[in-house]
């Protein structure tokens, strides 16, 4: 079982930036991949970046590369998302997720087991 807890999200200017942040709890945190995605009003959900707790590799999406920065930390059992040059098309409720290592396909929103509330993240133009 895994328990995730996002924070960080709020009403932003276009160009300001934010760091969510994602709380993670249980016994075997290092059998899975950390995930973060974006449902936007009126679309699905869509996959923006993932981390590995070992090593921590990262991927992302090609529409978030160089604006976003996923990262984490171990002792803490948190991992963050940093969104930089915020844009209004940013606007979405963000989530954390976590799927097994074992399962392959860090993009698809299926494959993660375990989900957070969701933190909702407004950018005004």
């Known amino acids: 079982q895994v328990q995730l807890v996002e924070s960080g999200g709020g009403l932003v200017q276009a160009g300001g930036s934010l760091r969510l942040s994602c709380a993670a709890s249980?016994?075997?945190?290092?059998?899975?991949?950390m995930g973060w995605f974006r449902q936007a009003p009126g679309k699905e959900r869509e996959f923006v970046a993932a981390?590995?707790?070992?090593?921590?590799?990262?991927y992302y999406a090609d529409s978030v590369k160089g604006r976003f920065t996923i990262s984490r930390d171990n002792a803490k059992n948190t991992v963050f998302l940093q969104i930089n040059t915020l844009e209004p098309e940013d606007t979405a409720v963000y989530s954390c997720a976590a799927k097994p290592l074992r399962v392959p396909g860090l993009t698809n929103r299926y494959n993660y087991d375990y989900w957070g509330q969701g933190t909702q993240v407004t950018v005004s133009s």
């Open positions: 981390i590995y707790w070992s090593g921590g590799s990262t």
């Open positions: 249980g016994r075997t945190l290092s059998s899975y991949v």
